[in-house]
Nanobody, 115 residues
């Protein structure tokens, strides 16, 4: 059973930075696509950023230029570097991995940005 464990969330102020980590229980070479999603209270879960096995990235418009997704295959880890955080970035952030038409999710990590 594939397990994804997120960490790095917390309470920060507007303009601060955080780096989220997602450690996968097995090699991430086989995952076609990995990504970060977020869900704020009362809202639907939305895609924040994705990265393919080849390193191509995609971002939600509102985070472009502020967030960066990356992967370290040797550490089986995907990162989300978040800079210039805003109160509207407050949400639970989830890591997702896609392989062979199956999707695996982590348990989420809370990010709260105070104004």
């Amino acid at each position: 059973q594939v397990q994804l464990v997120e960490s790095g969330g917390g309470l920060v102020q507007t303009g601060d930075s955080l780096r989220l980590s997602c450690v996968v229980s097995e090699s991430i070479f086989s995952f076609r696509l990995m990504g970060w999603y977020r869900q704020a209270p009362g809202k639907q879960r939305e895609l924040v950023a994705t990265i393919t096995s080849g390193g191509s990235t995609n971002y939600l418009d509102s985070v472009k230029g502020r967030f960066t997704i990356s992967r370290d295959n040797a550490k089986n880890t995907v990162y989300l570097q978040m800079n210039s955080l805003k109160p509207e970035d407050t949400a639970v952030y989830y890591c997702k991995a896609d392989r062979n038409w199956l999707a695996y999710w982590g348990q989420g990590t809370q990010v709260t940005v105070s104004s």
